[in-house]
């Protein structure tokens, strides 16, 4: 198993046929339905089934016994950016990178009629190229005909979610794209100081922080930031009815925060511009009834020292052991 969700998990499977490696999710008919007001498969399964885009998740196949719905997906080897984020201290151009690719991502689940809602570090995956993906959209709704949906559930993760969307919970919910751009804001904060800016111990003090959120998103003093960065989340933590994005993503593009000398949003979306983060191989070997895998990923990292960790946990009997080397290099 490699994930765990609200209604199943998801499993590291392989083609008996061409050895290709997928990742699988399964889901319960039972959870789904009894939670019917927050379970979206069949617009998760569409956005996946058919987008085109390079920055989401792809679906391979998707089928179903009495108990379970089941989707096939391609496999993201460099693992999601909570693990990133625990591994190394995240540089500006990084995080940078990272942003103009979440936009992208956002861009295209927007341009298929569909919000995300649940746009986090825990749903942003890594290719075997280190280019980013967006994943999990079971929380996703499909917009109406002016750019909005209707839902009465504060649907999302506590930390991320915009507060028009917690205002929504028992009333008239009515709002747009523009609550993915909040969590944009939230995921850039939280990569650059390792928290989230609204975090509290309680789930009442963190919805209350949210709302009030002009008198409780500070900077610490302790984590580097430009002017620009700050500018930026800012303008994402904002009211709705001025928060950046709200007038398309080109305005978002020509914010001052993704100026500079190493890539463009045009050379991203063509594939000319080079990870700072690669995962490089992935290798199955099976022997008789265990499966040996190796991952091994190899991280050019320009900004930080040179540094070897190695990671191994283990899992029966699926896995015999899944070994995990990174290497830095400046």
């Given amino acids: 198993m490699i994930g765990r969700g609200a209604y199943g998990e998801v499993q590291l499977v392989r083609h008996k046929a061409s050895q290709k490696v ?4 399964q889901l319960s008919k039972f959870e789904m339905i009894k ?16 987008s085109n885009s390079p920055w989401v998740v792809q679906l391979c196949c998707a089928f179903q016994d009495d108990l379970h719905l089941y989707m096939v997906m391609e ?48 749903n942003i995956l890594l290719d075997q190229n280190g280019h980013l993906k967006l994943a999990d959209f079971g929380t996703c709704m499909k917009m109406d005909s002016t750019g909005m949906v209707h839902c009465d559930t504060a649907v999302g993760t506590p930390d991320y979610i915009s507060p028009e969307v917690l205002k929504s919970q028992g009333g008239d919910g009515y709002y747009g794209r523009e609550c993915d751009w909040w969590s944009v804001g939230v995921f850039i904060f939280e990569m650059l100081v390792g928290d989230t800016p609204f975090y509290a111990e309680s789930l009442v003090g963190t919805y209350g922080k949210i709302m009030d959120h002009k008198n409780n998103l ?34 978002i593009k020509r914010h001052p925060f993704f100026t500079n000398d190493q890539w463009t949003f045009d050379t991203i979306q063509e594939s000319k511009c080079v990870c700072s983060v690669k995962p490089c ?19 050019v990292c320009l900004s930080a020292p040179l540094s070897l960790s190695l990671c191994l946990s283990v899992s029966f009997p699926i896995c015999l052991a899944i070994t995990q080397l990174v290497i830095v290099m400046t």
């Fill in 281 to 299: 191989v992935f290798v199955c070997v099976c022997l008789q009834s265990y499966c040996v895998c190796v991952v091994i990923c190899v991280c």
């Fill in 22 to 25: 997928y990742a699988m999710k």
């Fill in 75 to 122: 496999y993201m080897p460099g693992g999601d950016l909570v693990t990133l984020t625990m591994n190394y201290d995240m540089p500006e151009k990084w995080v940078r990178f990272y942003t103009a690719e979440v936009v992208l991502a956002l861009d295209a689940i927007h341009s298929m009629g569909f919000i995300h809602r649940d746009v986090k570090p825990d």
């Fill in 35 to 50: 939670r019917s007001d927050s379970a979206f498969f069949w617009e998760e399964r569409d956005i996946m089934a058919f």
């Fill in 218 to 251: 500070n900077f610490p003093d302790n984590v580097q930031m430009s002017n620009d960065t700050k500018d930026l989340i800012c303008a994402f933590l904002s009211d709705r009815e001025v928060r950046l994005g709200r007038n398309g993503v080109e305005e």
